[in-house]
Structures are given as C-alpha cells and as structure tokens.
C-alpha cells in the first residue's frame, strides 16, 4: 500500500515537478554548433501535449525544433500521482537534409535542488571485490563536487546509477537509467545542490533520420529521514518498476539445478537433466525454476573441449541435446517449474557461425578476443530478436537469462569518428532494450534476469525490463560479505536471488555444500537457489526442505514488507547482521538475526520499527516452535534480544493483534 504523504508530493512539485512546467524549465541542455542549449529555445517554436496513461500516470511531452539544422528534440515527461516521482528522458532525431552540426556534452538533467546541509547517499556498484555495493555518505559544502561513472561501459560496473541526496528533514532519490557509459556530476552550493547527468561522451553529429536519446532520469521526493526514503522507493518501485509477467509482479521463487561435473553447464546433457529433475522429485523439493546455466550451446574450441565462454553459436549442442531442450521443460513444466536458460548475445568468439557468417555485424578490436555483437544495427538486431525467439519457442524456455561478460566501452569507441562520438554506444543501448521489448511482447509469460559479470548492468532502465537475480560474481559463500551487500540492495532493488552455499565449512569445494540451517538464513532473498548436489545421499534432505519452507514464509515479507537494517553496514566474521521486514498495513512482519562464527557477543539487542506500541504482538520461531506475546510499548521500548550460538541465525515472525 501507498504511503505518499502530501508533504512528499509538494516537494516533488518543488524540485522535480517545476522542471515539466514548461519548454523552457526543462533541465535538459547540450551545446549545438557551440551554442549553449537550454530547455527549448522560443525560436524552436516549441510545443507540449499532455494525456493520461493511466489512473496514476501523466506524460507531458514537449517538442521542438531547429529551424536552422532540422535538429528535433522531444523530452518525454512522466508523472506518478501515487508516488512523489517524475521521470523525463530526451530524444534528438535529425529530421533535416543534411548532417547536423556537433552536438556535444548532451545532459538530461543539468537543474539545481533547493536545500540546506546537503549530504550525498552513493556507492560504488560492483566489480568482483569483497568492497563492492558499499554505501558511503558525503556532505556537500559549497563549492564541493563529486563525479561518478562506471567502468568500461557497463552501467553498475564500479559506480551505482542510484543516489540520494539528503537535506534537513527531506531529499530526493535520484536514478540514472542507462546500460551504458553514464557520468554524474554533484556540485555543493550554498542553499543546495546542482546535478548534472548524461551519457558521458557525446560529440557527434546525426545524419537524416538519425535518432539518438538520453538516459532517463528518475527522481522521487521524500520528507523524514532515510529509513523512510528507502521504504518509499521499495513501494514505488514494486508498484511501478518490478516485472510483471501474465500481467502478475513476480513473486519469491525457489530455484534449483545440477549441472553434472563440467565447468558450468558443459557437461549437461538431456538425461541427466531429466534423471536430476526426477531426483529432486523423489526427495521432496519441488522448485519453481530449473536452471541451466552457460554452456549448453556448441563450445567446443579446437582440441573439441567445451567451454562455456565460446560463445556465438546460439543453438542447443546436438551432440549433448539431439532433441534441444524442449525435454527438459516439459519435464520441468510436469513438477511446476520454468526453464530457464542463460545467453550471452553480445559477446563473439572466434569460429563461432556469428563470427563466421555474420562478421559485418560485429565491432573489434585488436586488443581483444571478444567481437561485440552490434545491436544498435537494426537488421543485426532484428535477426537476434527473431533467432532468440525461436529458440525461447522452440525449447519452452520461460525465463530469459542476459549475462554480458566483457567490458564494451572500447569495441564502441574505437570504430566510431572523431565526429561521431558516443554514437555507437547509444544505438546499442536502443537496439539493447528493444531487443528485450520485443522478446517480452512476443512471447507473453516471459520474464527476463539481468547478469553482467555479476551485477553489472542494473541500472534502472533495465530493471524496468528484468530482475537481478546473479547480483554479482564475488562471494557466493561468503556470509559476512554477501549480507553487507544485501544491505544496499534491499534498498534500492527489493528482488535478487541468494544462495545457500558456505565457503567456511566447504573450503577450497566451493560448490560442495551440506545442508546446514545457517547457510540457509544467510539465503533468505526474494529468490533462493538451494545449492544442492541431488546426486548426494549424505544430506539432510529434511532439513533442507524445512529450511525453504520457512525460506517461503519469509520471501513475501522481504520483497513485499518495509525494509529496516537493525545494525549498521559491515563485512566483520565478528558481528551480528540484524534486519526487519515490517508489513504496517496487515501488522504482519519478521526480525532475522544472524551470529556470524568470529563474534563473541553472545545476544543482540535491537528496537524494532514500526511498531504500534498500543498493540500487542505474537512472535513466533518457527524452528523451536517457540512463541511469545509480547506488548508493542515493550518492544519499542526494550527492544527484543536474540541469543544464538556462533554461526547461527534465527528468524522471529510477528503478528499484531488487537
């Protein structure tokens, strides 16, 4: 349920709102033959229309004209009348004769924000390190300015498109929709801040017909503290972002596979996945989703070994596969599970039959082994999007997993002109989310996973469009780091999956996991995968299957509740990790506790929030079975102790009754 109060939807009228009040409020600018542009000049003779998409959307769109080069720009304006947030993105289409003049140093957003003691809220995304998704706090004293961007071309590869600025008593949620090469710039000034955000190198001109865009900027308005901007952009984006296959948001998912004793899925074949599929039948676990993962194409490099990272050849391996994989889902299907399967279009090695057949389409470079399959050519494009299609039709694949595995900033920079910079990236970013419109729209029910390397492509225009599920390639089984990642990603994008593995009892077997209560507390995620060897018969397979059973409790309240970090940001083996869930409009809610193995505090002492201390509150752990009724005036005001052993969690449901 909404919890937009009036004082937010003032102060979204105030800082972003004003912006769409007309052509030439537009935070838009660029400069055009050295001419500085701002909003739409009077002599573009610009225009708005407005229309209601639906009861709490609007979009204004203002447009106008060079009169002189034939430069069109359209800014696309969306309001929300549920939630403080406005969201604008720019087109600029050549529709002259002749090629325009540079366009440079394009910006969707270059507008001050009005506020005292600005404090900036960032993080610096992921990059395979213990260090990524750490959340960092930088006041902004006049003069001060911070400048962000990712890392070779991917949007969260070592910055975050998500950031916070918090004045007194009130800020604003910011979020750059790019999976690209974005930059933000964030200046102090003595009653705000000044932001500036664009794609980070645009020097180009357009030949007729040409069409380029901006990232789309989000913006929502809060009032109180952060605890309360966090929660306002969970609702907002469960609302409006989450993806919404058969029309339905996604619900908690549990997912499993066993790929057999090959790198990745090389060694998969479609008896063993059909023999596994029936194993976990047989001993009671029932996933939602059946995962293979890469290498279940031909990869076969010279000396015919298969690896998975020989990509190209985009067809289920005849020799492993002679009927594809449309066994497999069927089998699947019959135990109530999706198939999903991974890809990796944009990546070509050599001798595959798109490097072979299709070498037109793909940019190199001498430094590299990896060809980038160009999506911003629109006959290349158009082939994938048919071709990947057929094989989600063919093979009954129901979710579609996107990995991207290299860095692509250089194959677009390097084969672009001194005068057409920037404009190889932003073709493939266009032809890059029109591939994923199209497959959505052609094959209903089909929902999407975003990986890149991990989680490095998740801005929030492609959220819009998938989940995070891989939200990154670091720590699979490493407790204390992976919850301190959680931390950041619960506030900011409420669905990824987790696993269930343990490094510090498995070692250098890393994927070698038993069954253990502990690894599944530190799984809890919106999505589980239980990372189980159903080959194995020295397991506590009824262990397990009580583990995901409180795992599917749980679930909803973590992607559907409020979320409350109870205990600050940390990696330490020697602390605890305390969190909530708070659903206030059921009165229904958890607290985890997790003793990490190196602490040596025996109990942990939180004060819980959202608690009605007129009510009173029935908790219960559903591994002791023990419950307790407790008064909300205590546990607000005395909190509530776990006692746990080192390496161990526990998780307390609530109820409030009246």
Request: with cysteine.
């Amino acid at each position: 349920m909404n919890t937009t109060h009036p004082e937010d939807m003032r102060k979204s009228r105030e800082w972003a709102g004003r912006f769409i009040t007309g052509s030439d409020a537009l935070p838009v600018s660029f400069v055009l033959e050295e001419r500085t542009i701002a909003g739409l000049p009077e002599d573009w003779q610009p225009v708005s229309s407005r229309r209601r998409i639906d009861a709490t959307i609007s979009e204004t769109v203002f447009e106008g004209n060079d009169p002189r080069t034939g430069l069109n720009v359209r800014v696309e304006c969306t309001e929300y009348h549920d939630y403080p947030v406005v969201e604008w993105v720019t087109w600029l289409t050549n529709k002259g004769d002749e090629t325009t003049p540079v366009i440079r140093d394009i910006l969707v957003l270059d507008g001050t924000f009005k506020g005292s003691s600005p404090v900036l809220y960032h993080c610096n995304g992921d990059f395979y390190s213990e260090e990524g998704y750490t959340p960092q706090e930088t006041p902004l004293q006049a003069g001060d300015t911070l400048g962000f961007a990712p890392n070779g071309g991917r949007s969260c590869d070592g910055a975050f498109p998500y950031y916070r600025v918090m004045f007194e008593d009130c800020g604003l949620c910011m979020a750059i929709g790019w999976p690209g090469q974005w930059a933000a710039n964030f200046k102090g000034l003595a009653d705000g801040v000044h932001v500036r955000v664009g794609q980070q190198k645009t020097h180009l001109r357009l030949m007729p017909g040409e069409r380029i865009r901006t990232p789309r900027m989000t913006v929502l308005s809060w009032t109180g503290d952060v605890s309360r901007a966090a929660n306002l952009w969970r609702r907002w984006y469960l609302a409006h972002v989450l993806p919404r296959p058969n029309g339905q948001p996604l619900k908690p998912l549990l997912a499993c596979c066993c790929p057999d004793d090959g790198e990745e899925f090389t060694a998969a074949t479609e008896e063993n996945q059909l023999r596994y599929i029936e194993q976990f039948k047989q001993r009671g676990i029932r996933p939602d989703v059946w995962w293979i993962d890469a290498g279940w194409y031909p990869c076969y490099n010279k000396d015919h070994q298969r690896k998975w990272w020989i990509t190209g050849t985009w067809e289920p391996d005849p020799e492993r596969f002679p009927n594809g994989l449309k066994p497999v889902s069927d089998r699947a299907d019959r135990d109530g599970a999706d198939l999903l399967v991974w890809f990796e279009p944009e990546r070509v090695q050599p001798g595959t039959t798109l490097d072979a057949e299709r070498p037109e389409w793909l940019l190199r470079t001498k430094d590299s082994d990896n060809s980038l399959l160009n999506l911003g050519n629109p006959e290349c494009r158009q082939w994938l999007t048919d071709h990947v299609c057929r094989l989600i039709e063919d093979n009954g694949i129901k979710v579609y997993r996107q990995d991207h595995n290299f860095s692509p900033l250089e194959h677009w920079r390097k084969n672009e002109a001194q005068d057409r910079q920037g404009l190889n990236e932003n073709l493939h970013v266009q032809g890059y989310l029109q591939f994923w419109d199209d497959l959505l729209a052609r094959n209903p029910g089909l929902w999407i996973d975003s990986c890149a390397s991990g989680g490095r492509r998740n801005d929030l225009e492609t959220m819009r469009r998938s989940v995070p599920l891989h939200y990154t390639d670091y720590g699979y089984g490493n407790h204390p780091v992976k919850l301190a990642f959680h931390h950041t990603l619960s506030a900011w994008i409420p669905y990824f999956k987790e696993v269930t593995l343990s490094w510090d009892i498995s070692g250098a077997e890393r994927f070698d996991n038993r069954v253990d209560s502990y690894s599944y507390h530190c799984g809890m995620a919106p999505m589980l995968f239980a990372t189980l060897d159903i080959r194995r018969d020295d397991y506590d397979y009824a262990l397990a299957k009580s583990m995901i059973g409180i795992w599917r409790r749980a679930s909803a309240l973590m992607l559907y509740g409020d979320y409350y970090p109870l205990t600050p940001f940390h990696r330490s083996a020697e602390r605890w990790v305390v969190r909530q869930f708070d659903c206030p409009e059921t009165g229904h809610g958890l607290f985890q506790g997790i003793r990490f193995p190196a602490s040596p505090e025996e109990t942990a002492t939180i004060h819980p929030k959202g608690i009605d201390p007129g009510a009173m509150y029935v908790l219960e752990n559903p591994e002791t079975g023990e419950t307790r009724d407790m008064p909300g005036a205590v546990l607000s005001h005395d909190g509530f102790t776990f006692a746990l052993p080192k390496r161990s969690g526990a998780i307390w449901f609530y109820s409030r009754v009246t």
